[in-house]
């Protein structure tokens, strides 16, 4: 019932940076977990960042890991991604995610996790 809607993708050089953001609507949770995947042309969707409402660890793809940084606004209901130093991998559709439940542990970074998805932004990054 909750409804993603991810923006701030765009067309970048190699090195440059984007901020996406994901604004979350319909049902509320008391417990909930949220996350960034992305998914290249011809690959499969892969798991970038999280950071849950409750906690404050987050979780990070290794080929991220350093380069970009999730955030939220809980007032606003809102997730964002910080992408610094981009680089031409980097380059797919970004799709923001939620579960309806609290999790821990390496299930963050699985795609059967989560409930809700948005319909994406793009990401392009020239070298």
């Known amino acids: 019932q909750v409804q993603l809607v991810e923006s701030g993708g765009g067309l970048v050089q190699a090195g440059g940076s984007l901020r996406l953001s994901c604004a979350a609507s319909?049902?509320?949770?008391?417990?909930?977990?949220m996350a960034w995947f992305r998914q290249a042309p011809g690959k499969e969707r892969e798991f970038v960042a999280t950071?849950?409402?409750?906690?404050?660890?987050?979780y990070y793809a290794d080929s991220v890991k350093g380069r970009f940084t999730i955030s939220r606004d809980n007032a606003k209901s809102a997730v964002y991604l910080q992408m610094n130093s981009l680089k031409p991998e980097d380059t797919a559709v970004y799709y923001c995610?939620?579960?309806?439940?609290?999790?821990?542990?390496?299930?963050?970074?699985?795609?059967?996790?989560?409930?809700?998805w948005g319909q994406g932004t793009q990401v392009t990054v020239s070298s």
């Open positions: 950071f849950t409402w409750s906690g404050v660890t987050t």
């Open positions: 319909g049902r509320t949770f008391s417990s909930y977990h």
């Open positions: 995610a939620h579960r309806n439940r609290g999790v821990n542990g390496e299930a963050v970074r699985r795609l059967a996790t989560y409930d809700d």
